[in-house]
Every structure is written in C-alpha cells, then in structure tokens.
C-alpha cells in the first residue's frame, strides 16, 4: 500500500453507500464496507461522489456521514470527500468538516445548475470557496464530469486555478472517458495529479506520468486495481490491465450505480445492498442476471 497521500497517487474507489429500509445512509454498513476496500488495496477512499448516490443526500445527511466516518477507526485521512454542490455555502460547509475530520483532500464539482457556465463564472465560484474556507490545509481535486453536470471544467480554467492557487488546486478526476484530454492535463501541467475516472485508463494514465484512478467499479475490483498499480511498470502490466477492463467493460453497459450495488448483493450475500435513492431503481430480474453472466465472463468470481 502507497505511504502517500491518496490525492498524490493511488487508486480510490469511488464508494457506494449502503441504505436503510428508510433510504437513509447506513453508516455502519458504509465503513465496513470502506474497511473492506482498504483491505483489498485501495489506496484511498473517494466518499460521497456520484457512485455514492451524493446528489441526493441533503447537506446534514453528508455532514452525518462525514462526523461518523472522523469517529470510526477509518483512517479518514486517507478519505476524498465529494463536497461540489450547487450552493456555494454547502460546499464551504462540506470542505470544513472534512478539513476537521483529516480528509487528506476533497473531490469538487463546478456549481452544475445554470449552464452554460464561463470559466470566469467557474473560477469565480471555486475562488470564493477556497477564500471562504481561508485553511492553507485544504487541497481540491477538481471533479470533471460534463456527462452528468453539463459543466467542463476546461484547460484554460485549470491554468487559472493553479495558477491562483497552486498549493490548493493539486489535481482531477477525468470522468469523461476522453483519454486525449486526460493527455493534454498532464502534459501542460505537470505538478497537476491527474486520475482517470475509468478503470480501462488505469495503465495508459500511469505510464504518461498521471496519479492514478478513482472509479466505480473499484467497488468490486479493488484488487485488480490494486495489481496495475503495484505492477504497472512490469512486463505482466498489460495482462494485470486487461484482466481489471473486462470487468469495467462489463459494468458499463448496465446502469453503474444499480450494477454495482447488485453486484454487491449477490457477492456479500445481503439484499439490502439494492436499496436505491430515487431516482435510481434496482436492476429489474433479467437485467440483474445478464450483468452476473456478463461479470462471471468478464472473470468475476464473488469469493474475491
């Protein structure tokens, strides 16, 4: 396991959030399933993203996650929260308790309601969050993922963060599946720790000088990750990286989120690990077993 930060290098899961009958987040449920995932070798936990259903939890109920995880023996130092939320005093709030809890950073969507945004507008919004935090110990990780906010956050603007706040502004998490992109942020800004969001890049981002990966599917392929990592620079690298994309390959052609809490019902055995917020539903029987055949061709076995 890396002896550094996790927003330095690594690869995060993007942890999904187990639910009460009554929808509300099960935190005991989450931090075994947090600890689960550091056994299997991730190297840091990406709480509360899109995977964890953020978006439709209320700002007290992410707080309420935040507080249990700083009181459990979860290394929350090694924690990425989500914080990005549409109201900039949300997001101030967020990024405070995960200063307080030792959150070794902080995962940040650009405000996503009004479109198009400007990267004046942009930088406008995250530079009165960082004044507003006022703590030197805050590090942001910039979160693209246009697909679902409808918000790039562009080259031009990070040259504009990181140059107005370099010891803040230290990387992103690319969700948009365009590796060029992925490229071209490591080329131009190379102290910028850039992860891929898909587990396919995993090697590809590793060998041009990129951080890492925070995905999905680490959720249930956090060993595999775990072996491009520590082997990434061997001759068996590329057999270590198709064996973790075919299970990504797999997954994503079903509903992510649905997908992978159904995968997590069936490998731990607890139904309760369907219960969706709405707007999501569980995968409905068909679809659930063509996603199990899919992952058991793909190499998955529930024992791992």
Known sequence: MSTLSPIDGGVMAAVLTPLNDDLSP??????????????????????????SEANSFSLSERLAMLDALGESDVNSGLSVPGVGCCALPDTVELCRKAL?????????????????????????AYSEIIQRVGDSKLKILLYHIPQNTGVPITLPLIEKLVTAYPNTVVGIKDSAGDFANMQAM????????????SDAYLLDILRI?????????????????????????SDDADTYQTALSAIRLATQKFPLVEALKEAM???????????????????????????????GAAGFSAAS
């Not at 490591?186 to 969001?197: H, I, K, L, R």
């Not at 019902?265 to 917020?277: F, Q």
Request: charged letters at 15%; one cysteine or more; glycine letters at 10%.
């Open 265 to 295: 019902a069936r490998k731990t055995g607890d139904a309760a690990w369907r219960t969706l917020r709405p707007p999501l539903q569980p995968l409905d029987a068909a679809t659930a077993e063509a996603f199990w055949a899919a992952l």
């Open 100 to 124: 307080e809890i030792g959150a070794a950073g902080v995962l940040m969507l650009p405000p996503f309601y009004y479109k198009p945004a400007s990267d004046d507008g942009l930088f406008a």
């Open 209 to 233: 000088g990129g951080a890492g990966s925070i995905t999905a599917c680490n959720n249930i392929s956090a060993r595999e990750s775990a072996a491009v990592l520590a082997n990434w620079q």
């Open 186 to 197: 490591v080329t131009n800004f190379p102290d910028f720790n850039v992860f891929s969001g």
């Open 26 to 51: 099960n935190h005991a449920a989450w931090l075994d399933h947090s600890r689960d995932l550091m056994a299997q070798g991730c190297t840091g936990l990406a709480v509360l993203g899109t995977t």
